[in-house]
């Protein structure tokens, strides 16, 4: 069995608003092993974007530990660059600068990491390439479409190499037919680089058609109320979506998820 | 697929290029066709009315003057000019550097705004005179009237902009672990920019009403310094032809800040 990738421990978020406090993340324990492609699913607000914006560091827990590689971070004011280059973050919107063209945009990581070779150069010529977006290259964000969009911000992410993708609903606002095909792409590409993928999203058949395994999270307090392991050869297609097996993880699934909202409203 | 997006957004670009071409040409002509209109009842009403010269002159009379004592202008505009130009290029500076200071620092933030707002709304020629009794009559006393009045509508609007830039850009640097001048230079500044325009292009104006008026309280050189001496010598032409100079000078100033948006922000947010 490979090693863990990602832990975290006990891990508590709370945000202190001026009315309330609201308990956003209580006791989430996960493991992810290196290479591994797991999927958060929940209801909207149960605080799986909360998640993985502490494990990326874009937000400090209240509590509890995070473990990169073995190496505990939550300690750190502020991560060192080595593990904070290890990750790469995918927006829930494109989340593009309207001043840079979509080559500028793709290589923002390059800039800010101070990366100035040209095999980065390259390395972006190819996942523009790869993306399909190569005669996009130096248009403006404003003159494209949202799911050429969504496209450019997967590979934002990509161009420092990070060994994790972190993927906050990337395909979400677009329409069922693209997002087939961009779930395939993720597929397609996390098989390429090898990547550990936490991927979330409110969808129960991406997650099942996705991933190796599934955490359920529930709201008030948002916590995790299920693991899954799905038991699905790979490669997979998009046929997986008419057979059994497929359907009855789908049916488990949102049975856990419904469940989890009934005592909600409890 | 992509051939079919290609092609509405073909389509859509011709069209956008189609109106701005409309545009472009009745923004210069329809104000060129409104000023000629108002200059020929304006000259109509005069004559018609039989009003002596030393009431009210007439486009002709003052377009003539505009002309022929051009020598007379010429020194008054440079100032005038010049004192614009330095207390508003010291204005925008102060007021984006204030701007982003105040959006970076709440605690300075909450501090200064009332003060700001309150140097938005009060007019600082009131205070003209009494600076010229502390400082002397003098041009630094224009140059810092002009500095305390358009500076702070610079700093109100780059403020706006840069507490307004999304929070997701900001998450994005934050995910990059940017460092603070990375995040201000490479996204919040851009992100503010349309912002920190509108703020300079108020401010264009606000400096040149100042300018002018500190110059007609008490100046001997400049613009407003021949209004009031041209309306001593009853030169009810040479006034006007003044007052049309200053209005052709703080249309430039508009103008500018305008043009430079256009070169500086070629993207649509
Ligand atoms: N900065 C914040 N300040 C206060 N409350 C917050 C903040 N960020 C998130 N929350 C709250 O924390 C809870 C979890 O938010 P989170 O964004 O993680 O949910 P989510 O599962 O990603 O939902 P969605 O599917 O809608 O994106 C929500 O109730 C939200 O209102
Ligand atoms: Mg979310």
């Known amino acids: 069995m490979k090693a863990s990738k990602i ?145 450019i911000g997967v590979i934002r992410a990509m161009v420092h190499k990070p060994e994790i993708l972190l993927m906050d609903e990337p395909f979400g606002a677009l329409d069922a037919m693209t997002r087939e095909k961009l779930d395939m792409e993720i597929l397609d590409i996390w098989k390429k680089l090898g990547t550990t993928v936490i991927f979330i999203t409110h969808n129960v058949e991406e997650a099942v058609l996705l991933s190796d395994r599934v955490y359920v999270m529930g ?18 297609s998009l046929d997986l979506l008419t057979e059994r097996k497929f359907q009855d993880y789908c049916a488990e699934l949102t049975e856990c998820i419904g469940h989890v909202d009934l005592r909600k409203v409890k | 697929m992509s051939r079919m997006l290609d092609e509405t957004k073909e389509k859509r670009i011709i069209e956008r290029r189609r109106k701005n071409r409309i545009s472009k040409i009745s923004s210069v002509a329809m104000p060129i066709l409104g000023i000629v209109m108002l200059f020929l009842i304006w000259e109509l009403w005069v004559i018609l009315g039989d009003f002596p010269t030393w009431q009210i002159s007439r486009p002709s009379l003052i377009i ?3 002309l022929e004592d051009f020598e007379l202008y010429w020194p008054n505009i440079v100032r005038t000019f010049t004192s614009i130009l330095k207390g508003w290029v010291a204005a925008c500076l102060i007021g984006v550097v204030m701007g982003a200071l105040m959006a970076n620092y709440a ?67 934050t995910s990059l672990r940017a460092t603070k001048r990375q995040t201000f230079f490479q996204c919040m500044f851009p992100s503010a920019i349309n912002n920190v325009f509108t703020g300079m292009k108020l401010s264009a104006i606000f400096a040149t009403t100042t300018c002018v008026a500190a110059e007609v309280n008490g100046s001997t050189v400049g613009l407003g310094a021949l209004v009031i001496e041209a309306k001593t010598y009853v030169r009810t032409d040479q006034m006007f032809g003044s007052i049309l100079f200053i209005a052709i000078i703080g249309v430039f100033f508009y103008m500018l800040s305008d043009a430079l948006e256009a070169v500086l922000v070629k993207w649509k947010e």
């Open chain 1, 7 to 151: 832990r975290t421990e006990n891990l508590n978020k709370v945000f202190h608003t001026r009315h309330q406090d609201i308990y956003a993340v209580k006791d989430a324990n996960i493991d992810i092993r290196e290479g591994e492609f797991v999927s958060l699913i929940g209801p909207s607000g149960c605080g799986k974007s909360t998640i993985i914006r502490m494990i990326d560091d874009i937000i400090k827990p209240t509590s509890g530990s995070i473990y990169i590689d073995g190496k505990e971070i939550t300690s750190y004011k502020r991560i060192p660059k080595e593990i904070n280059q290890k990750m790469g973050f995918i927006f829930q919107l494109p989340n593009l600068f309207p001043w840079l063209t979509v080559r500028e945009n793709v290589g923002i990581a390059c800039r800010i990491y101070k990366i100035r070779d040209e095999g980065t150069q390259r390395y972006i010529d190819e996942l523009l390439e790869m993306a399909g977006l190569t005669e996009y290259q130096n248009a403006y964000p404003a003159e494209i479409s949202g799911g050429v969009m969504q496209r």
């Open chain 2, 64 to 66: 003539r003057s505009m």
């Open chain 2, 107 to 173: 605690l300075l933030g909450t501090t200064l705004t009332p003060y700001i707002n309150l140097l938005c709304t009060l007019p600082v020629i009131t205070l003209v005179p009494m600076m010229y009794v502390f400082m002397g009559i003098g041009r630094d006393v224009i140059i810092i009237a002009i500095i305390l009045q358009s500076f702070a509508i610079v700093t109100m609007n780059s403020s706006t902009g840069f507490m307004n830039v999304p929070v997701m850009r900001i998450e994005l640097m």
């Open chain 1, 219 to 236: 709201t008030n307090p948002g916590r995790i109320t299920r693991e899954i392991t799905l038991d699905l050869e790979r490669p997979r």
